[in-house]
């Protein structure tokens, strides 16, 4: 019973290199999205995903990409790491977008860069 | 834009107290509103959900409460114990439908 499984779970990043956090699903969940939590800030929406290959951005979508190329996969690319992006970040999937059915998270991953 | 308030940022009680958690919201069109439990180092466990039409839900020791018109949720734990200890954060689902706008959580420590 994996449900949304993470990885890396810990990642350190010098400024400027580029990365892809994988998130992962298995239970055929539509919609998809990433997180990530800052001190005192709680959780802000990067970009989220309602089916393979539609894909949106949310509250602080730049200097990320993502890409939804099968319902079970959700990667989070990091283009250029900068130290803002220093961070943990989260996955979640839901079989819908929030109306009522519970929403999964991973068990995030936390990334320093330097 | 959605903005999520909760107070307060720490409690720490002692072991068997009923406490309340809180958390206000600036727009009240809103869809639902979850509280979830995060542990130290994990991510996010749901604990209640409450539809926009609902004013409570109740699991166990936990009663969650809903005034979408003052634009405030309650999380009430009844006879507190050592792990419940977590932080506890609330978020709402906007009417569009869109993803979740978050707190910035209570973390909670019950003294034995």
């Known amino acids: 019973n994996a449900g949304v499984t993470q990885t890396p779970k810990f990642q350190v990043l010098k400024t400027g290199q580029s990365m892809t956090l994988q998130c992962a699903q298995d239970?055929?969940?539509?919609?998809m999205s990433w997180y990530r939590q800052d001190p005192g800030m709680g959780l802000r929406l990067i970009h989220y995903?309602?089916?393979?290959?539609?894909?949106d951005q949310g509250e602080v979508p730049n200097g990320y990409n993502v890409s939804r190329s099968t319902t079970e996969d959700f990667p989070l690319r990091l283009l250029s790491a900068a130290p803002s992006q220093t961070s943990v970040y989260f996955c979640?999937?839901?079989?819908?977008?929030?109306?009522?059915?519970?929403?999964?998270f991973g068990e995030g991953s936390w990334l320093t860069v330097v | 834009k959605q903005e999520v308030t909760q107070i307060p940022a720490a409690l720490s009680v002692p072991e068997g107290e009923n406490l309340v958690l809180n958390c206000s919201f600036t727009?009240?069109?809103?869809?639902?509103l979850q509280w979830f439990r995060q542990d130290p180092g994990k991510g996010l466990t749901s604990l209640l959900l409450?539809?926009?039409?609902?004013r409570e839900q109740t699991s166990g020791r936990l009663n969650a409460s809903l005034d979408k018109s003052s634009g405030r949720s309650t999380l009430y734990i009844a006879a507190s114990q050592p792990g419940d200890s977590a932080t506890y954060l609330c978020?709402?689902?906007?009417?569009?439908?869109?993803?979740?706008?978050f707190g910035g959580g209570t973390r909670l420590m019950v003294k034995p």
């Open positions: 239970m055929n969940h539509e919609y």
């Open positions: 978020a709402v689902t906007g009417d569009a439908g869109n993803m979740l706008t």
């Open positions: 727009d009240s069109a809103i869809y639902n």
């Open positions: 979640a999937s839901s079989s819908d977008r929030g109306y009522g059915n519970t929403i999964y």
């Open positions: 409450i539809q926009s039409s609902q």
């Open positions: 995903s309602v089916g393979a290959g539609i894909t």
